[in-house]
């Protein structure tokens, strides 16, 4: 099996799983409950992980974020700024240092947990992250984006298979989404 194709079956499999009432491992669920970052110590560890590395980021500092973060070699992006998927990783270290001075004087970093999930060796969380940060140049003002971030167990270590990142955390208009779907931002 190809690894596109293990790596899309690896990543629904927790959603198929739960609409069809199954717990991990297959066996079956009463209660298709979110995880709770209370009471499961790897969820609550990568919400953590993943709160250090948004502010380091935001801070142009891509040695710390490296430090919380670790992409799987099938990783997948989907960038804010839309366009096509990034496939793979890692970056190069030149691409890295790029991505770092893209970000500059990040302050105020934080990540507002929606939803956490875990299936196995799969956790899932919906978030809101926010700062105050210099991005590509521009003046500094408040960033906030809506983001998807999907960890999957690989041997001992949680690494980041997928993320996906929109700046909507405002809302938008219904003129203002269409213009967008159209290619007109």
Known sequence: MSTSRRSLLAATAPALASAAGLAPGGAASHA????NPRT????????????????????????????????AEDY????????DPTRGAPYSSERW??????????????LELVE??????MVVLAAIERTHVEVGGLAGQPWALRV??????????WRQV????????????????????????
């Open 32 to 35: 298709n409950a979110p995880a």
């Open 40 to 71: 499961d110590p790897v969820v609550r560890d990568l919400i953590e992980r993943a709160t250090q590395a948004h502010a380091a980021l935001m801070r142009g500092d891509v040695a710390s974020y490296l430090t919380f973060i670790t992409q």
């Open 76 to 83: 997948t992006l989907m960038s804010p700024f839309g366009g």
């Open 97 to 110: 240092a790029s991505i770092g001075r893209y970000f500059r004087n990040g302050r105020e970093s934080s």
């Open 116 to 121: 956490a999930y875990r299936s196995g060796d």
């Open 148 to 157: 998807t971030l999907v960890f999957r167990k690989d041997g001992d270590q």
């Open 162 to 185: 997928h993320r996906h990142a929109d700046p909507l955390a405002p809302g938008v208009s219904l003129e203002q989404a269409a213009a967008l779907a159209r290619g007109r931002g």
